[in-house]
């Protein structure tokens, strides 16, 4: 079947970083506010209900190793691992609470979401960072709060993004069929992945970011050539 003859995309699953967010966003102002507001956060909500889930999990991976040490390794290694990136929510939720922390988005980004939302797509994230630092990323950008766009956040719960059953739980938990689904990602095992789950996919390439093209997926610019490509409704026509 080719694209021409496809049915109508009906859902629109995104990536953040390198999709959504420039890389640096990530990098430069989110990973290094987490490192330096860690220790104060185990130092002073030891006895934190939900912080103590995330040190008891750390433990059992890491047995042996104080936790600070290991998430300093985790984050050294840029690791996807689920405590990691619970306890760095923790700590964005109240960077943004404060006001320190806001999401740029790309500029094309806010405008599509909006235009896609209001055309009824349905709209859902798919990040290694946890649903709670999704939603604080969306809800706290420099354009105001774009979380109600979306009707699913996932993370690694679902399972590794390089895993074709990851996407197939996404599926199953949105009510969603495979082929009615594009996915949205700058990195090409995660559509590989997302493809061999039955989903549509485009590569989201923005060379400030350094990201490669590939050869096996459509390649976009911007979610503005995404529409174009996917026959999806255009802010500028919408």
């Keep these: 079947m080719t694209q021409a003859t496809q049915p109508p995309v009906r859902a629109v699953l995104l990536d953040i970083e390198g999709t959504t967010i420039p ?7 989110l990973f290094p506010y987490a490192r330096k507001a860690l220790p104060a956060l ?12 995330q040190i008891a999990e750390i ?10 040490r290991q998430l300093e390794a985790w984050m050294d290694a840029d690791a996807k691992v689920a405590p990691l990136k619970a306890l760095q929510g923790m700590v964005w939720a109240q960077g943004y609470a404060e006001g320190v922390l806001k999401a740029a988005l790309y500029p094309d980004v806010v405008p599509a979401l909006r235009c896609w939302a209001a055309a009824g797509l349905s709209l859902a994230v798919y990040s290694s960072g946890s649903v709670a630092a999704q939603k604080l990323i969306y809800g706290h950008t420099t354009e105001g709060d774009l979380s109600s766009v979306f009707v699913g956040f996932y993370d ?3 399972g590794g993004k390089r895993d074709a059953e990851s996407y197939r739980r996404i599926l199953d938990a949105a009510r969603w069929q495979a082929g009615d689904v594009l996915f ?13 789950a039955g989903l549509r996919t485009c590569q989201i390439v923005h060379p400030e970011d350094g ?9 976009a610019g911007s979610l503005a050539e995404v529409a174009m490509r996917f026959g999806l409704p255009h802010p500028e026509v919408a």
């Design 42 to 53: 185990l130092r002073t909500h030891a006895d934190d209900p939900a912080v103590k889930a």
């Design 59 to 68: 433990a059992h991976l890491a047995p042996g190793v104080p936790p600070l």
């Design 156 to 158: 690694l719960e679902m």
């Design 184 to 196: 949205l990602s700058d990195v090409v095992a995660e559509l590989d992945a997302a493809a061999a």
């Design 211 to 219: 990201t490669q093209p590939g050869t096996t997926h459509p390649v």
């Design 23 to 29: 890389v640096s966003f990530v990098h430069a102002t």
